[in-house]
């Protein structure tokens, strides 16, 4: 157990719609890392933000957005979903910034769009 | 930019012989070297990293990996593998302040057979 927790697990829903994936970092990191893993693209960062601060994105898609919360929870927010949005998605905490020497994953969540 | 390449998609190998995993990475700074394990429907776990010092470097359940500047590479190796061994490795790099970010290979799937 890496001490992160990702919620939902399973997530099944429609082209079209909103979802909003939840994160919560080890006790004491600040850092909050985004990665979508698919089989045609393999693991992309998405973005990272660190003590409420979005510090760096990846090839995020503008109908994608996150945010972290003064708690230190992560959300990120899929809206007009497509079906190539279909993937896992994994959130990572880091107790650094800057450099991240190691870097905890959640279990992720694994978002169907039918 | 940087860019990791995991030379072999899948490796097949036999129950306590021993295996390399492939990674070659581009990057025009220095950069930092991981090595991840996915185990089925599971998140990533850290194996080890190289951070600077010895080029050889001792993870978790037995695997080791060097890093090798002038052909930059940093495969991972383990003398005798085990079934429990099968799961699929990715290889990251992250470069120094750029907040951490992973850039990972394609992943190279293990399956260690009876």
């Known amino acids: 157990d890496s001490g992160v927790t990702q919620t939902p697990k399973h997530l099944i829903t429609a082209t079209g719609q909103r979802v909003t994936l939840r994160c919560s970092p080890r006790s004491g990191d600040l850092s909050v890392y985004w990665y979508q893993q698919s089989l045609d693209q393999g693991l992309q960062f998405l973005i990272h933000?660190?003590?409420?601060?979005?510090?760096a994105k990846g090839n995020i898609l503008e109908r994608f957005s996150a945010q972290q919360f003064p708690d230190l929870h992560s959300e990120l927010n899929l809206s007009s979903l497509e079906l190539g949005d279909s993937a896992l998605y994994f959130c990572?905490?880091?107790?650094?910034?800057?450099?991240?020497?190691?870097?905890?994953f959640g279990p992720g969540t694994r978002l169907t769009v039918t | 930019a940087q860019s990791v390449t995991q030379l072999d998609s899948q490796v097949p190998v036999f129950e306590e012989a021993p295996v390399e995993l492939r990674c070659n990475y581009s990057?025009?700074?220095?950069?930092?070297l991981f090595w991840y394990v996915q185990y089925p429907n599971q998140g990533l776990q850290l194996l080890l990293k190289?951070?600077?010092?010895?080029?050889l470097v001792k993870g978790i359940n037995g695997f080791e990996a060097e890093f090798n500047k002038s052909q930059t590479s940093f495969h991972l190796r383990k003398p005798s593998v085990h079934i429990s061994d099968t799961a699929e490795y990715f290889c990251?790099?992250?470069?120094?302040?750029?907040?951490?970010?992973?850039?990972f290979g394609q992943g190279t799937e293990l399956s260690v057979k009876p």
């Open positions: 933000y660190y003590n409420g601060e979005e510090r």
């Open positions: 990251a790099v992250s470069r120094y302040n750029q907040g951490g970010k992973l850039i």
């Open positions: 990057s025009s700074v220095s950069v930092y």
């Open positions: 190289y951070l600077s010092g010895s080029t």
């Open positions: 990572a905490s880091s107790s650094q910034t800057g450099v991240s020497y190691e870097q905890y």
